[in-house]
């Protein structure tokens, strides 16, 4: 199954929005992220209509979009999958695992987020594909698989990232980002303009975007930072933040 281009993803989408529009119901989607979830949002004000997203737990940066009428509740049809291991004898990575289930050949908008924990590895995914991973997502890395749909949502426990502690001019974009990532601020404003980081899930190519704390900024090959304490302007003119810093897996 080959991959969306981008116009057809941007008319699927705004296909769906309307049809939730014309039947005055919620239409679930496929998942998205970034960019895409920009689309969505696009397709929704277009249509009269809301956007809402789901990934299934909150630290989700893969949603299911769902879009439905104003006072039409969301919908979500989107299940966990479960893939476990012998973890006495291999730890297959979050990349073996990935890169496993992507040579399957399902487009990856069918599936949101892959989180790997202690001897397995939990995915939400759409019924149709969710029905066929047991039988076909059988190995990673050379390692054998148990693939399974629970009966209940698992728990999952957010991942802790790496506390740092820093001062910055101002609560702006590039201030934070070049903190987060020790690169220099006219570094970090060519990776913005550059397209290659969200805030909240959505690009941003505005290096001075004020920030807030509980933000969290997604870098396109490095991983994730949350900006989760800002302090009070200190006597030299600077302000005093902590960052956790979720590097790429």
């Known amino acids: 199954m080959s991959a969306e281009r981008p116009e057809q993803t941007a008319l699927r989408l705004r296909e769906q929005a309307r049809r939730a529009d014309r039947l005055q119901r919620a239409v679930c989607g496929r998942f998205v992220a970034g960019a895409e ?4 949002l696009q397709a929704a004000r277009e249509s009269g209509v809301e956007a809402d997203f789901d990934g299934g737990w ?7 979009v769902c879009f439905h009428p104003p006072g039409v509740p969301p919908e979500s049809n989107a299940v966990w999958v479960e893939a476990v291991w012998n973890a006495r004898f291999a730890s297959p990575s979050h990349r073996d695992l990935l890169g496993s289930l992507m040579a399957l050949g399902y487009d990856r908008s069918l599936m949101g987020d ?3 924990q202690e001897g397995r590895a939990l995915l939400r995914a759409l019924p ?3 029905a066929l991973l047991p039988d076909s997502w059988q190995e990673a890395g050379h390692t054998a698989l148990r693939v399974r ?8 426990v957010p991942p802790r990232g790496e506390l740092r502690r820093d001062t910055v001019a101002a609560l702006r974009l590039d201030s934070v980002l070049a903190c987060g990532m020790n690169l220099s601020r006219s570094r970090a404003a060519e990776l913005i303009r550059a397209g290659s980081v969200q805030v909240e899930h959505l690009p941003e190519e505005r290096v001075d975007r004020q920030l807030t704390p509980g933000m969290l900024l997604s870098v396109h090959g490095f991983g994730r930072i949350r900006l989760l304490e800002a302090g009070e302007v200190t006597r030299k003119g600077r302000l005093p933040i902590v960052l956790e810093i979720f590097g790429r897996s």
């Open 37 to 40: 979830r920009a689309l969505a």
């Open 58 to 64: 909150a630290e989700a940066e893969r949603m299911q």
């Open 114 to 116: 892959l989180v790997v």
């Open 128 to 130: 149709e594909v969710a």
């Open 149 to 156: 749909v629970p009966e209940e949502p698992p728990v999952l």
